[in-house]
């Protein structure tokens, strides 16, 4: 089998990317970060679903980005917004994808894996600007220049297989897999025990994906 680092926070996106790497027969290695942030329990959520989806190993990386704040999921005097804001939020983490991405290809160098899984998506987002098709393109460039295994004559792949989808798609596609979502956790102020707030960019988006999919929500909410 070939080998892939899946990027796996405990959400919902990050669960469907890794059902479908599975699904298109990689044996994957599923990798989070503890980075804190203040909605810790997606870190719970992450490593039972990398059990249930049977991934080959599951790791998680510790750094703090709380160091530096910058954005609400990291820094306690930035609050979360509960409704929608103009431009980039507040909830974006400062090169936060730049960091994971570069964690990954290195773990994938190790592991003589030359794909990187991770669920950034274009559609239903929140303007993040490491979550663009032109950011992975660059990355995926980056990535092939500055390593070992690039310049030896292997190509790293970055795979973002819900890059076009919107989240109601993305809800359907994870069904047909057999995810169980109320195992996830999306929610940017999500309590200790993984309940959501409903209220936050996440919250919004993952409620309407599961009303236009015409799947009930199995969201625990607060």
């Given at each position: 089998m070939k080998k892939a680092v899946v990027l796996l926070s405990g959400g919902l996106d990050s669960t469907?990317?890794?059902a479908i790497a599975k699904n298109q027969g990689?044996?994957?290695?599923?990798?989070?970060?503890d980075y804190g942030q203040r909605h810790r329990a997606e870190l719970g959520a992450a490593k039972r679903i990398a059990e249930q989806l049977g991934a080959?190993?599951?790791?998680?990386?510790?750094f703090d980005l709380s160091s530096i704040g910058g954005s609400a999921l990291t820094?306690?005097?930035i609050e979360v917004p509960d409704q929608p804001t103009e431009g980039i939020p507040v909830t974006y983490v400062p090169a936060r994808n730049t960091i994971f991405l570069s964690i990954a290809l290195a773990w994938a160098e190790v592991l003589?894996?030359?794909?990187?899984?991770?669920?950034?998506?274009?559609v239903d987002y929140s303007g993040y600007p490491d979550c663009r098709p032109e950011y992975i393109k660059?990355?995926?460039?980056?990535?092939?220049?500055?390593?070992k295994a690039g310049v030896e004559g292997q190509h790293f792949?970055?795979?973002?297989?819900l890059m076009d989808?919107?989240?109601?798609?993305?809800?359907?596609?994870?069904?047909?897999?057999?995810?169980?979502?109320?195992?996830?956790?999306?929610?940017?102020?999500?309590?200790?025990?993984?309940?959501?707030?409903?209220?936050?960019?996440?919250?919004?988006?993952r409620a309407a994906g599961f009303k236009e999919a015409a799947i009930e929500d199995p969201t625990r909410y607060i």
């Open positions: 469907t990317t890794l990689f044996e994957c290695y599923a990798l989070n970060f080959g190993e599951y790791r998680v990386i510790k820094d306690e005097s003589q894996a030359t794909d990187i899984f991770i669920g950034v998506n274009a660059a990355y995926e460039n980056l990535a092939n220049l500055a390593t792949h970055i795979q973002t297989p989808l919107n989240k109601a798609q993305i809800i359907q596609l994870g069904i047909k897999y057999g995810i169980d979502y109320a195992q996830t956790v999306s929610c940017y102020a999500a309590d200790k025990e993984g309940r959501a707030c409903g209220v936050c960019d996440a919250c919004r988006f």
